[in-house]
């Protein structure tokens, strides 16, 4: 492309913008990295941590408390009935026992760790009445490359990055430049609509590759996240989908003519995505009835398709679904975007 052409020219614009603002690099590259950093500490490889139960009062707690005590995964310790049942609430402790001849256990059915509390309790107290085990279990205990939560995370936060820098920065871009009278100025110039929003796109696709290279790599020799699958898969997965938010982007702030209605805008896209599309935890376990839905999203397809990459090695031909469903979501929007653009 010739460097006078319109729409090169335009590109460079829309770069050296974004260059000569602090903030936006802050939300680019700072913010996600805070974050992952922040996250990746919270869930860092670590031991299971030990689960705490409350020994009522009575003649056979202090001999109990001793016992549980022994437990590997157990503290116990001694409280009132009304101060286990208060710590339980709380949170406190996973699991509350009253001993008598027939012991009863207090637990939250909602907690994983109240189940697991009472499993190890009842198996304890059994083998003080005498149980003997009639069979010996071997036991190999494996972590697998990218079981670990951060591993989960990582993929899901860049989806999400993406799709935010994408949105809040065209968007944010576009509506001030609007509500600035710089787009009456530019409409008078000898472009083409096309050119102006494709530069945008364009522009924010090639900023994604800083931003996607940074990220993974971050990621890789932080918090040795693996990469089982091509990068060369990862990188283009996380440019189309950079690409389809920037086509939803232009399409949300097409008619938007201030800023509070923009920033209403992009939030009721971004919100629910966030909520559904699986960044923080998997989105399978929303009900079966609004999967549908959740399958059509874009940052849901972009999620799959990154974890995809990284932690299983899928190949790109094998993520056709999620590829397409990306393309739909950039391509009709931009359509769109263009016939119903507003510049002033």
Not at 48 to 61: F, K, Q, R, T, Y
Not at 85 to 108: K, T
Request: positive net charge; proline residues 6%.
């Amino acid at each position: 492309m010739n460097s006078h052409h319109p729409l090169a020219q335009l590109i460079l614009f829309r770069i050296r913008d974004f260059l000569r603002v602090p903030s936006a690099l802050f939300w680019v590259f700072g913010f996600p990295l805070l974050t992952t950093l922040a996250l990746g500490l919270a869930f860092r490889d670590r031991e299971l941590p030990e689960l705490a139960v409350a020994v009522v009062d009575g003649p056979e707690a202090e001999r109990l408390t001793p016992l549980l005590e022994s437990v590997d995964g157990l503290t116990a310790q001694r409280m009132t009935e009304e101060a286990g049942r208060d710590a339980l609430r709380r949170g406190r402790v996973a699991l509350v026992l009253i001993p008598s001849p027939q012991p009863e256990l207090i637990a939250d059915p909602t907690q994983a760790d109240g189940r697991t509390a009472r499993l190890m309790v009842v198996d304890a107290l059994e083998r003080l009445q005498g149980r003997e085990d009639r069979l010996t279990v071997r036991s190999q205990l494996v972590t697998a490359p990218g079981s670990r939560y951060i591993d989960f995370l990582i993929p899901g936060l860049l989806g999400f990055g993406l799709m935010s820098s994408s949105l809040w920065g065209l968007g944010w871009a576009l509506v001030q430049m609007r509500t600035g009278k710089l787009l009456k100025r530019l409409v008078a110039s000898p472009m083409k609509r096309s050119h102006f929003l494709l530069a945008f796109m364009t522009g924010r696709t090639m900023l994604a590759v800083a931003e996607i290279l940074f990220f993974a790599l971050f990621a890789r020799y932080l918090f040795n996240v693996p990469m089982v699958g091509s990068y060369l898969a990862f990188m283009f997965l996380g440019l189309w989908g950079s690409t389809a938010f920037g086509g939803l982007a232009l399409l949300v702030i097409s008619r938007a003519s201030n800023v509070e209605t923009a920033n209403g805008l992009i939030n009721l896209v971004t919100m629910p995505m966030m909520v559904l599309s699986g960044v923080f935890f998997s989105s399978s376990n929303f009900p079966a009835s609004i999967q549908p839905l959740i399958q059509a999203l874009p940052l849901t397809a972009l999620n799959d398709g990154l974890r995809a990459v990284m932690l299983d090695g899928t190949p790109l031909l094998a993520l056709w679904p999620q590829v397409l469903t990306l393309g739909v979501w950039g391509f009709i929007p931009f359509l769109v975007a263009l016939r119903y653009f507003k510049w002033m």
